[in-house]
């Protein structure tokens, strides 16, 4: 499983020859880190005095990470099973027409299940941009009260965060 792999050993697999693990693995990857670093900052804020305000909220949204980087884990090996079906898909026979039919049928069924997994994963990196969002705010609301001056570990992820999805937009 490459959820169990070291970060060089998923590092090399990517960069490697072979189709699996690809694009969609590596965003669950990504996804399911920032959904990490939510969850550190709310463990880092909650207990505080100085975010006593926010810290129901802060509970909230470190449950909604934990629960989301949990879902993200798990895709990272759905997208390369989902691959390796299509790739079987295309690797059955082809000689008659009955062949060439499974076949085909088989490969589309494949290749609609392999748009599942990203698709879903796309919808829980934008929850995970959410949960940032929110606790951005709670870490600005604090600096408003005169809680502290400097920027909030949030406020840095979120604008990294919309960096790199405004990045990704205009360069697909």
């Known amino acids: ?100 039919a499974i076949r085909s049928a088989a490969i589309q069924a494949a290749l609609m299940e392999a748009t599942r997994v990203p698709l879903a994963c796309a919808r829980a990196c934008g929850e995970v941009m959410e949960l940032s969002r929110i606790v951005a705010e709670g870490q600005s609301e604090r600096s408003r009260r005169g809680g502290g001056g400097r920027p909030g570990r949030a406020r840095r992820v979120t604008r990294r965060g919309s960096e790199c999805l405004h990045q990704h937009q205009q360069h697909p």
Request: glycine share 8%; aromatic share 4%.
């Open 1 to 100: 499983m490459i959820t169990d792999a070291s970060v060089q050993n998923l590092l090399d697999a990517l960069a490697g020859a072979a189709a699996t693990p690809g694009g969609g693995s590596a965003v669950a990857i990504m996804g399911a880190m920032g959904a990490a670093l939510v969850s550190m900052v709310c463990i880092l804020t909650i207990g505080k005095q100085d975010y006593v305000e926010v810290e129901d909220q802060m509970k909230a949204v470190l449950n909604q990470a934990q629960a989301v980087r949990e879902r993200l884990t798990s895709m990272i090996d759905e997208d390369v099973r989902a691959y390796g079906s299509v790739m079987g898909a295309y690797a059955l026979p082809r000689r008659t027409a009955s062949e060439r």
